[in-house]
């Protein structure tokens, strides 16, 4: 039996409660008057965060997609054609690119004089792990993380697009922003952080 399983002391549920805490602060932090607003505050957000950094990247992506400026009379069609198409494909990868359900199994193995209680840990996108009833918590948070991190690398290409789209069209500002700007990140930083 796994001690740790429902002691609310466990490092595991910290990290839940930081992560969850973490998302609180984070969400009062954008939200906004408008979608471009939402978009620019979500592009200076930093976290190692493997789950928080996925939803921000879910965010920018379901904003940027907004600010496209599809039906712009002044652009040409071909050009509004290509950002349909950029539309089309960042909806197609946000159902996509989303952590697969983890399927857990339990088993004995037998590797050589002595027989040990394994569980087995999988997903359609991401390779089997296994664990000690013991160590069950952790590598199954592990796996997790394993998971929103991926999902943010295969968003990345889509997010990226848009980003550029919104620059070519001076949606979004290409210059990088004052320092004062910067001063301001890095204290929110450093305060969600704590």
């Known amino acids: 039996m796994n001690k740790n399983k429902h002691n609310p002391d466990t490092p595991n549920d910290d990290k839940k409660n930081d ?37 921000i990247k879910r965010i920018r ?34 159902k996509k690119y989303f952590p697969d359900k983890r399927r857990t199994s339990f088993s ?13 840990i999988e997903s359609d996108d991401l390779h089997e792990y296994h664990s000690r009833p013991d160590d069950i918590d952790i590598v199954l948070e592990d796996f997790k993380r394993q998971q929103f991190e991926r999902s943010s690398i295969n968003l990345e290409s889509i997010d990226n697009d848009i980003q550029q789209a919104l620059m070519k069209y001076d949606i979004i500002p290409t210059s990088n922003p004052d320092i004062e700007m910067d001063k301001k990140r890095t204290k929110m930083y450093q305060e969600l952080g704590k």
């Open 108 to 120: 004995f193995e037998d590797l050589g004089d002595n027989v040990f209680e394994v569980y087995k």
């Open 19 to 55: 992560t969850n805490e973490t998302w609180e602060k984070i969400s009062r932090y954008l939200e906004g008057r408008s979608l471009l607003e939402i978009y620019m505050k979500s592009s200076s957000i930093v976290t190692d965060n493997e789950i928080i950094t996925f939803r």
């Open 61 to 94: 992506i379901k904003t940027g997609m907004n600010l496209l400026p599809i039906s712009n009379p002044e652009i040409s069609e071909e050009e509004q054609q290509e950002l349909q198409e950029l539309f089309k494909n960042a909806n197609t990868a946000l």
